[in-house]
């Protein structure tokens, strides 16, 4: 994976910054995205992946969209975190719609009450 500072900063600073209490935390290559400390998305090779359910996951699938892999041994192992394409991060309301369906997601995995 390649970690790439400037692209976290577009992310975090540009398409994100509407919205309050974004951090990162550098991972495995790349960077964890938390939304009121609740990690909802990765940054890595240069893209956007936010968290989602099965029912998600078929759905983005269907539009062409694709999950976040990484190779494990011999063995290529997908993670429920789908692509976002730039029309979405680029669009404030549907980047915003993305973050709060993985972060609704998240929190019912997790037990955490709505911020």
Known sequence: MNKNREF???????????LDSIKTKSMF??????????????IADNELYTKVN????EKYKALGY????????NKLVELNY???????IENPNAIRKR??????????KTGKKLA
């Open 8 to 18: 976290r900063d577009y992310i975090t600073n540009d398409i994100l910054s509407h």
């Open 99 to 108: 973050l709060e369906e993985s972060y609704l997601i998240a929190i019912q």
């Open 29 to 42: 290559g790349g960077y964890g995205i938390y939304w009121h400390d609740v990690f909802i998305a990765i």
């Open 66 to 73: 694709y999950p976040f892999t990484y190779q494990q041994k």
């Open 54 to 57: 099965k029912d998600l996951k």
């Open 82 to 88: 789908i692509n976002v394409p730039l029309e979405t």
